[in-house]
């Protein structure tokens, strides 16, 4: 009887208009069946993945919980950023930076790109969509992606492929600290910090020595404030340029000739003779170089823009891990207080994928990044994915998006014949609700009468 009534409902699907044009024009949009990939996140991750889909012939959907692409960079960064590795690092595929940009772009310069990316590729982000969650429907044998708008309306897509592209910066990482709710002046995070210009004149304290902290401390200073920095952990502190070339361009050369532990033995000497002993003025080094330290936990060594210089002299000062906070006071683990108007954590970002993702094999829950490290973090079971996530920035990026479009263009091509498309969302239609589908072979068309379930009309791009 199922078999039969499959055949009717193909039948009518390839060559009954008229049926066809009841199924969508009484359809809603709260549950669109996506021919591509939905693609979740439209930061650069996302729109390389939707960048190289698109050359490949491959439409997708990509779903942005905010109003704009790349949120982070433009709703969460401090003005005085740049782009921390030269730009021919930072290129994502496809399409390089403008001749005319400098070596570093700033923010601004690389929005600008960004922005240009996705105009030059067509690629039309649904905002202010946040994913809720997304599972597999093994009985569908589908992706079912549940989102919510900003005015609480729900939407459900289903689809063949998930790409997870939110990243690691999803989420702002706050430290709790005893005493928080006592100390009464400004605590936030670098999320919502833009310039030192509204800190002139106050002491304020920077929680975390990344490149953010040590960048944040030097704008605060040239802004004639007075910074403070916590260093809680040990920290590789290396010039952004040494011999004339970028650091990070230099180490990927010699790594093309030597070993790892060489390349960091000649990095940690350059750096020793042009920054001099870090650990006299309260930074000591890991034990691993820094670019193992960085193969193996994915921990950057931050690159020196000048922060080093006014720690040396004395205008930004090293502290010791926070103890507990009083009214405007803070105390050390070390013993020693001090007073501040104010706290910056520079304490970075995390995955949220394990929020949303119902899943179990790819992505761990304890820190929400692909179980298996890159190369091979970027392929997970039934059609899942992920971009974005390799620990070794927009370059990393770059090679999985690559790799995501080349995979589901494989699949892709298989499925290109309409019929097997129109075959396919019929199969959906059938298993979620066959009584629906029945009802309108018989010519129901009241929309109140179909299950809320079966109102999807079918999305290509």
Same mark, same amino acid.
Request: charge should be positive.
């Given at each position: 009887?199922?078999?039969? $009534?499959?055949?009717?409902?193909?039948?009518?699907?390839?060559?009954?208009?008229?049926?066809?044009?009841?199924?969508?024009?009484?359809?809603?949009?709260? $549950?669109?069946?996506?021919?591509?990939?939905?693609?979740?996140?439209?930061?650069?991750?996302?729109?390389?993945?939707?960048?190289?889909?698109?050359?490949?012939?491959?439409?997708?959907?990509?779903?942005?919980?905010?109003?704009?692409?790349?949120?982070?960079?433009?709703?969460?960064?401090?003005?005085?950023?740049?782009?921390?590795?030269?730009?021919?690092?930072?290129?994502?595929?496809?399409?390089?930076?403008?001749?005319?940009?400098?070596?570093?772009?700033?923010?601004?310069?690389?929005?600008?790109?960004?922005?240009?990316?996705?105009?030059?590729?067509?690629?039309?982000?649904?905002?202010?969509?946040?994913?809720?969650?997304?599972?597999?429907?093994?009985?569908?044998?589908?992706?079912?992606?549940?989102?919510?708008?900003?005015?609480?309306?729900?939407?459900?897509?289903?689809?063949?492929?998930?790409?997870?592209?939110?990243?690691?910066?999803?989420?702002?990482?706050?430290?709790?600290?005893?005493?928080?709710?006592?100390?009464?002046?400004?605590?936030?995070?670098?999320?919502?910090?833009?310039?030192?210009?509204?800190?002139?004149?106050?002491?304020?304290?920077?929680?975390?020595?990344?490149?953010?902290?040590?960048?944040? $401390?030097?704008?605060?200073?040239?802004?004639?404030?007075?910074?403070?920095?916590?260093?809680?952990?040990?920290?590789?502190?290396?010039?952004?340029?040494?011999?004339?070339?970028?650091?990070?361009?230099?180490?990927?050369?010699?790594?093309?000739?030597?070993?790892?532990?060489?390349?960091?033995?000649?990095?940690?000497?350059?750096?020793?003779?042009?920054?001099?002993?870090?650990?006299?003025?309260?930074?000591?080094?890991?034990?691993?170089?820094?670019?193992?330290?960085?193969?193996?936990?994915?921990?950057?060594?931050?690159?020196?823009?000048?922060?080093?210089?006014?720690?040396?002299?004395?205008?930004?000062?090293?502290?010791?891990?926070?103890?507990?906070?009083?009214?405007?006071?803070?105390?050390?683990?070390?013993?020693?207080?001090?007073?501040?108007?104010?706290?910056?954590?520079?304490?970075?970002?995390?995955?949220?994928?394990?929020?949303?993702?119902?899943?179990?094999?790819?992505?761990?829950?304890?820190?929400?990044?692909?179980?298996?490290?890159?190369?091979?973090?970027?392929?997970?079971? $039934?059609?899942?994915?992920?971009?974005?996530?390799?620990?070794?920035?927009?370059?990393?990026?770059?090679?999985?998006?690559?790799?995501?479009?080349?995979?589901?263009?494989?699949?892709?091509?298989?499925?290109?014949?309409?019929?097997?498309?129109?075959?396919?969302?019929?199969?959906?239609?059938?298993?979620?609700?066959?009584?629906?589908?029945?009802?309108?072979?018989?010519?129901?068309?009241?929309?109140?009468?179909?299950?809320?379930?079966?109102?999807?009309?079918?999305?290509?791009?």
């Amino acid at each position: 009887m199922e078999h039969h $009534c499959l055949r009717e409902i193909q039948g009518k699907l390839a060559h009954d208009p008229i049926f066809m044009e009841k199924m969508m024009t009484k359809s809603s949009s709260r $549950c669109p069946c996506v021919a591509g990939p939905v693609i979740v996140g439209a930061g650069p991750s996302g729109l390389a993945a939707a960048a190289c889909l698109k050359q490949k012939g491959v439409p997708s959907v990509v779903l942005e919980r905010s109003n704009c692409i790349a949120s982070l960079w433009q709703l969460k960064t401090y003005d005085r950023l740049r782009l921390h590795l030269p730009k021919q690092f930072c290129e994502l595929p496809l399409m390089g930076f403008p001749a005319g940009f400098p070596t570093y772009p700033t923010k601004q310069q690389f929005i600008d790109y960004l922005v240009d990316y996705a105009e030059n590729f067509d690629i039309k982000p649904r905002f202010n969509e946040t994913v809720e969650q997304a599972e597999y429907d093994a009985t569908l044998g589908f992706w079912r992606v549940r989102s919510v708008g900003a005015k609480g309306e729900e939407m459900e897509y289903v689809c063949r492929w998930l790409v997870v592209a939110t990243g690691e910066n999803a989420e702002a990482v706050e430290p709790e600290i005893e005493g928080m709710k006592e100390f009464g002046g400004d605590i936030r995070h670098t999320s919502f910090y833009k310039s030192g210009e509204e800190f002139r004149g106050k002491k304020v304290l920077v929680v975390g020595c990344g490149n953010s902290g040590m960048e944040v $401390c030097l704008d605060l200073y040239n802004h004639n404030a007075k910074p403070s920095i916590v260093v809680r952990e040990t920290v590789h502190v290396l010039p952004r340029e040494m011999l004339g070339k970028s650091t990070f361009g230099l180490s990927m050369w010699l790594l093309k000739w030597l070993p790892m532990r060489l390349v960091d033995r000649f990095l940690l000497l350059v750096s020793w003779f042009m920054l001099g002993d870090t650990a006299r003025f309260g930074l000591d080094r890991p034990q691993l170089g820094p670019l193992e330290l960085k193969n193996r936990s994915g921990k950057t060594p931050v690159l020196d823009v000048g922060t080093l210089a006014k720690i040396k002299s004395g205008d930004i000062k090293v502290c010791s891990a926070i103890k507990h906070l009083k009214r405007h006071v803070v105390e050390f683990v070390n013993g020693k207080t001090e007073s501040f108007d104010a706290i910056i954590f520079a304490t970075g970002y995390k995955s949220n994928v394990p929020r949303w993702l119902k899943e179990n094999e790819m992505f761990s829950k304890k820190d929400g990044f692909p179980r298996r490290p890159f190369p091979n973090g970027w392929k997970g079971e $039934c059609g899942l994915y992920a971009v974005g996530f390799t620990k070794r920035g927009l370059l990393g990026t770059s090679i999985d998006a690559k790799r995501i479009a080349e995979d589901i263009e494989g699949c892709w091509n298989e499925r290109q014949n309409i019929n097997d498309l129109l075959v396919e969302v019929e199969r959906i239609w059938f298993l979620l609700n066959k009584v629906s589908i029945l009802s309108l072979m018989n010519g129901e068309t009241d929309a109140d009468k179909v299950s809320p379930i079966l109102r999807f009309d079918t999305i290509q791009s």
